[in-house]
């Protein structure tokens, strides 16, 4: 779960239009609308990657008057298909799949099943990505990929391998001490 206290406010007077905010909002909620960047209240996850990389310095985070929690309702999807498609990529459900948020596998396997499509959805609904999204997105690509969805390319994702199950059985082969295979 990820608790929102803050909201990406745009300075319009700032503001060039680059994009370059656009390309790295994980939740889509910064577009840039007649060289403006415009941000969607309702899916700011309040990462700051926009004002990280904003060179203009138009953008600001300014404190909620409501606090928003992004949690997925496990009890809308049924458990045991969380379990099979855990079972799939070889994670467990109750493994840690985002430290920034404290995200677990079969919350994200979840949402997935309540109809998550992109990385994007995952964010919106589970908080996995909001933060760093350097070790989280390649779990999640694989739990996509296990789920047969194909995820189009976006700047804003990197379908990185993350785990042993990723490393090419040529180089398994020829490392064998390193034990690539028959790990779970």
Partial sequence: MKVVNFLSIVDPQKCNGDKRCENL???????????????????????????????????????????????????????????????????????????????????????????????EDIVLMTGAGSGCGIYCMGVVFQLFKAAGIVIPDDPRWKNLPLTPRDIPDKIADKYPEYYFRGVI
């Fill in 25 to 119: 909002c994980p939740s889509g909620a910064i577009k840039v609308v007649e060289k403006i960047a415009r941000v969607d209240e309702s899916r700011c996850v309040a990462c700051g990657k926009c004002r990280e990389v904003c060179r203009e310095g138009a953008i600001t985070m300014v404190r909620r008057s409501e606090p928003r929690e992004i949690v997925f309702d496990m009890q809308t999807v049924s458990q045991e298909k969380i379990q099979a498609l855990c079972e799939k990529t070889f994670l467990l459900p109750d493994m840690l799949i985002c430290a920034c948020t404290g995200t677990m596998v079969k919350e994200v396997a979840g949402a997935i099943i309540g109809g998550a499509k992109t990385p």
